[in-house]
T-cell receptor
Framework: GEDVEQSLFLSVREGDSSVINCTYT??????LYWYKQEPGAGLQLLTY???NMDMKQDQRLTVLLNKKDKHLSLRIADTQTGDSAIYFC????????????WGLGTSLAVNP | EAGVAQSPRYKIIEKRQSVAFWCNPI?????LYWYQQILGQGPKLLIQ????????DSQLPKDRFSAERLKGVDSTLKIQPAKLEDSAVYLC????????????FGPGTRLTVT
């Protein structure tokens, strides 16, 4: 079946690293994504990783993919108050239309 | 490059009334998506267009929801009649055909049904 799970809340101190975790079920997923949603705003694509990679780094963001365990994580280095948002994990369901399957989102609170 | 535009940003209606949302995708993006995001949940795909054709509308409640993209550019989503459980943010997104995994979202329309 199609399912993406995330922890709902994470609280960190400013300057620390944040790690947001996600598990998915579709082993045939081609891409896995992290989107950011700030209050009252639409979704912003942060980064994505192809399923044949195990790591991708983009400035303060590091994505790790463990295909065996179907586990995806997003690490934000030197977390800032502006990183406070909801982070959604999504997988590309490799069915007919390649639609995205979304998690419920992890609410990240950054405390000064 | 202009992003995905949506209007209105907010709408409050009473149950059983009708409402319409408008979306203008990024120029050149042939694929357009409408999502419903209920508070505390991830987005749920309602309908996906490629140009002016429907690719996926399996989760669209067709008894009350309709959507069109007549000229393959902008799109409207209509709810008629609205129910209380339709209160949500309606997000429009677009992508290139060759990169459906890179979806760009508009700011959304927050609908409150009272």
């Amino acid at each position: 079946g199609e399912d993406v799970e995330q922890s709902l809340f994470l609280s960190v101190r400013e300057g620390d690293s944040s790690v947001i975790n996600c598990t998915y079920t579709d082993s045939s997923s081609t891409y896995l994504y992290w989107y950011k949603q700030e209050p009252g705003a639409g979704l912003q694509l942060l980064t994505y990783i192809f399923s044949n990679m195990d790591m991708k780094q983009d400035q303060r963001l590091t994505v790790l993919l463990n295909k065996k365990d179907k586990h995806l994580s997003l690490r934000i280095a030197d977390t800032q108050t502006g990183d406070s948002a909801i982070y959604f994990c999504a997988e590309n369901f490799a069915g007919n239309n390649r639609k995205l399957i979304w998690g419920l989102g992890t609410s990240l609170a950054v405390n000064p | 490059e202009a992003g995905v535009a949506q209007s209105p940003r907010y709408k409050i209606i009473e149950k059983r009334q009708s409402v319409a949302f408008w979306c203008n995708p990024i120029s050149g993006h042939a694929t357009l998506y409408w999502y419903q995001q209920i508070l505390g949940q991830g987005p749920k795909l309602l309908i996906q267009f490629q140009n002016n054709g429907v690719v996926d509308d399996s989760q669209l409640p067709k008894d009350r929801f309709s959507a069109e993209r007549l000229k393959g550019v902008d799109s409207t989503l209509k709810i008629q009649p609205a129910k209380l459980e339709d209160s949500a943010v309606y997000l429009c997104a677009s992508s290139l055909i060759r990169t459906p995994y890179e979806q760009y979202f508009g700011p959304g329309t927050r609908l409150t049904v009272t």
